[in-house]
T-cell receptor
Framework: KNQVEQSPQSLIILEGKNCTLQ??????????LRWYKQDTGRGPVSLTI?????NTKSNGRYTATLDADTKQSSLHITASQLSDSASYIC????????????FGRGTSLIVHP | DTEVTQTPKHLVMGMTNKKSLKCEQH?????MYWYKQKAKKPPELMFV???????INESVPSRFSPECPNSSLLNLHLHALQPEDSALYLC??????????????FGDGTRLSIL
């Protein structure tokens, strides 16, 4: 069964600090992995998308990594800002017939001043 | 501002009412999706339209009825809903057909409350 596990479930950090969110998946065969940011009361917004051959992708202060061998991904946020407070969702898609993506449960990040 | 527009933003309805949720995108995307999201949970896929044809129905009860009048519009017709149907309903679109696995652009959702 395809699964996506995210950790931690929630995280509180001080403004200006860095943090790393984790995503482990069992989706096979692998197509791509996406990180979304979802602000409270808003729809998810795509941060990065990575395919099998990509190890690292950056989007401003967000850097995603992918290890397709261990089926792990991380999202690193540098110099956090109050506006980074949101839920971060890892989504993995398979090439194996069904194109229904598998969503993780998300990590809730709170950035305090 | 999001490029996928959903209306209304909030909807309160009784269990006997009939209402519709609307979604619109003008990015020329050919795949559109309906998701249901409960509080503190990830979105759950309900329906997928690819090139204006329903390609996936994730065993959604018949009280939810999707419609895709054209490539820019997606509706979700609601009838005889239950209190457990209260949730955030998200619409998304992607550039080519759904099977291409491209990033999805989400709207801000309709917050639905069933009395």
């Amino acid at each position: 069964k395809n699964q996506v596990e995210q950790s931690p479930q929630s995280l509180i950090i001080l403004e200006g600090k860095n943090c790393t969110l984790q995503c482990n998946y069992t989706v096979s065969p692998f197509s791509n992995l996406r990180w979304y940011k979802q602000d409270t009361g808003r729809g998810p917004v795509s941060l990065t998308i990575m395919t099998f051959s990509e190890n690292t992708k950056s989007n401003g202060r967000y850097t995603a990594t992918l290890d397709a061998d261990t089926k792990q991904s991380s999202l690193h946020i540098t110099a956090s800002q109050l506006s980074d407070s949101a839920s971060y969702i890892c989504v993995v898609s398979s090439t194996g017939g069904s194109y229904i993506p598998t969503f993780g449960r998300g990590t809730s990040l709170i950035v305090h001043p | 501002d999001t490029e996928v527009t959903q209306t209304p933003k909030h909807l309160v309805m009784g269990m006997t009412n009939k209402k519709s949720l609307k979604c619109e995108q003008h990015m020329g995307h050919r795949a559109m999706y309906w998701y249901k999201q409960k509080a503190k949970k990830p979105p759950e896929l309900m329906f997928v339209y690819s090139y204006e044809k329903l390609s996936i129905n994730e065993s959604v009860p018949s009280r939810f009825s999707p419609e895709c009048p054209n490539s820019s519009l997606l509706n979700l017709h609601l009838h005889a809903l239950q209190p457990e149907d209260s949730a955030l309903y998200l619409c998304a679109s992607s550039q080519d057909g759904a099977e291409v696995n491209q990033p999805q652009h989400f709207g801000d959702g309709t917050r639905l409350s069933i009395l």
